[in-house]
C-alpha cells in the first residue's frame, strides 16, 4: 500500500475531490445566492450590471483565494498537532 504522500505526488489523489458534494444546508444556501444574483442581473443596466458583473467576479476570487489560505492553514496547524502528538 502506498503512502497518502506519495499518491499525492503522483497524482493518484485529488484533495479537493474528497468532499466534493455539497452538504444540502450549502446546497440551499447557494440556490438562494444564485437566485439573488440572478434578480440583481436582470434589473441592472449598462454601467451598473456591468459593475455588478465585476463585483461578482472579485468576490469569486477573493474567496477562492481565502478559501485557499484557510486550508493551507488547517493543513499546517493538522501537521504541527500530529507532529506534537507522535514526535514530541
Known sequence: ??????ELFYGNLEPQEVNSELTPKLKKKLSNLSEKEEQLT???????????????????????TSNSDSFISGFRFGERFAYDTFVK
Do not use: C, H, P, W
Not at 434589473?43 to 468576490?59: C, H, I, P, T
Open 42 to 64: 436582470e434589473r441592472l443596466y449598462g454601467e451598473d450590471k456591468e459593475l455588478f458583473q465585476n463585483y461578482v467576479s472579485a468576490y469569486i476570487e477573493f474567496s477562492t
Open 1 to 6: 500500500m502506498s503512502n497518502i504522500i506519495e
